[in-house]
């Protein structure tokens, strides 16, 4: 049930690409929009952590893992706006700049879950987490360090175990 709250933070960058794909939307109803639902995003984010700070940071990581695969698609989508928009040499950097910052605004949202999974799996696994921990602020290092923590803990866990 507590997963239900990564809803918003697992669609929001598809209210993104989906209204982009709009001919009928203004760029204003569109920020603002997209405003909403990432102050929606990040309010269930903070809730969804605090309903979580007594679980196994496993399955925290496993969350944050889940969100940032969905959001693959969405990035693929983004970055063919963005290759489109440079074909167009008058409205490129303007657009570029915009799709790069909605960007890094969609990795800090699903960020903070996995940054809030690795800071309570460091007692278990200092080293590992640190570095994944720095690598959760850039782009596709993100995922490969949190998939490399989630299968190093499962695979500590299995060697206490027997």
């Known amino acids: 049930m507590k997963k239900l709250l990564l809803l918003p933070t697992m669609l929001f960058p598809y209210f993104f690409v989906l209204g982009e794909s709009e001919d009928d939307l203004q760029l204003e109803e569109i920020l603002i929009f997209g405003g909403l639902f990432l102050a929606l995003s990040l309010i269930c984010n903070v ?69 809030f999974g690795l800071v309570k799996n460091m007692k278990n696994n200092e080293a590992f987490s640190t570095v994944a921990l720095f690598c959760q602020f850039v782009f596709c290092a993100d995922v490969i360090s949190l998939l490399v923590v989630w299968i190093h803990s499962k695979l500590q866990r299995n060697a206490v175990s027997e």
């Open 47 to 115: 809730i969804y952590m605090v309903l979580s700070r007594n679980e196994d940071p496993r399955k925290l990581m496993g969350g944050a893992l889940l969100v940032k695969l969905i959001h693959i698609p969405a990035y693929v989508m983004i970055f063919f706006y963005g290759a489109v928009a440079s074909l167009m040499f008058f409205m490129a950097l303007p657009l570029i700049i915009m799709y790069v910052v909605f960007d890094y605004i969609v990795l800090l949202l699903s960020s903070s879950l996995s940054v």
